[in-house]
């Protein structure tokens, strides 16, 4: 039996959250056009008839510019001394930039076995990819290069194989039925969160946030009530989730909603609020309450 634990990382935007997904067979990370939709780094165990795998989804290496991406970035560079094997994601579709190159230096100083995943290659031609392949293993020296797609499944079970074949013999970590380590209250606010980014555009995605004031188990008629807050940063934001004559607040809860029954398997009551936090991206405390765990830079 193989067992262990593989982190995802990788530029925002790569597919990772999708591969996630993919991988696990279920939808535990929100997706979303928007770059940095990750914030929090999430757990999907996947059992094999050979093995289990502990995968670790982690936001988008970037540069940070608020105390918050200051924690996101933190939490994938942490993630990479935590586990067995680090798989490094990469957009195969868009040219290698200096993002690229920053998440490179940073895989290459692992101690673990590394592989490479070039996802999306349902977007590229095939003789741009051995280019490619030969550029990584050059510069960097992957043990594995893997091709694949993470929205259409496309060689996701030559990684996966690949997977177990560098993680420790060892008895599973989790039962059978273990999913993840995130708790309910996560998902809810995930779920509202990817609505408001489907649905809202220019810089309001990365100036929202969402907090679950109340979690109300199902009644005696099967009916789970979530009342939750939507987090923007200046009063001019709120008129943009909240539309013309409540259109577009409407819209976003409706959406979620449809989510939400679908993850609980339970009919949902949502209520969904409009708040006005400034600066909240700079807030320690409620960084905190979103689940991001402290900077080590911002203790130094």
Known sequence: ????????IGRPNAGKSTLLN?????????????PQTTRNRITGVRNYPDGQVIFVDTPGVHRPIH????????????ALREVDVVVAVVDASE???GGDRYVMDLVRQVKVPRVLALNKVDLVEK?????LIERYDRNV???DIVPVSART??????????????LP??????????????????????????QVLQHTHAELPFASAVVVDRFEEPDANGLLRLFCTILVERESQKPIVVGRGGSMIKAIGSAARVELERFFDARVFLDLRVKVRADWREDDRMLDQLGLPPSRRARR
């Open 67 to 78: 105390r918050l991406n200051v924690r996101m970035v933190d939490t994938a560079v942490q």
């Open 141 to 143: 020296g992957f043990p």
């Open 153 to 166: 499944g496309d060689n996701i079970e030559r990684l996966e194989s690949v997977l177990l074949s560098h």
């Open 95 to 97: 040219p290698p930039g």
């Open 127 to 131: 003789t741009a990819l051995l280019p």
């Open 1 to 8: 039996m193989k067992n262990g634990f593989v982190a995802l």
């Open 22 to 34: 993919r991988l696990v067979g279920e939808k535990l990370a929100i997706v979303s056009d928007k």
């Open 169 to 194: 013999e060892g008895e599973r970590l989790y039962p059978d039925e273990y999913l993840t380590d995130q708790p309910e209250r996560f998902f809810v606010a995930e779920l509202v969160r990817e």
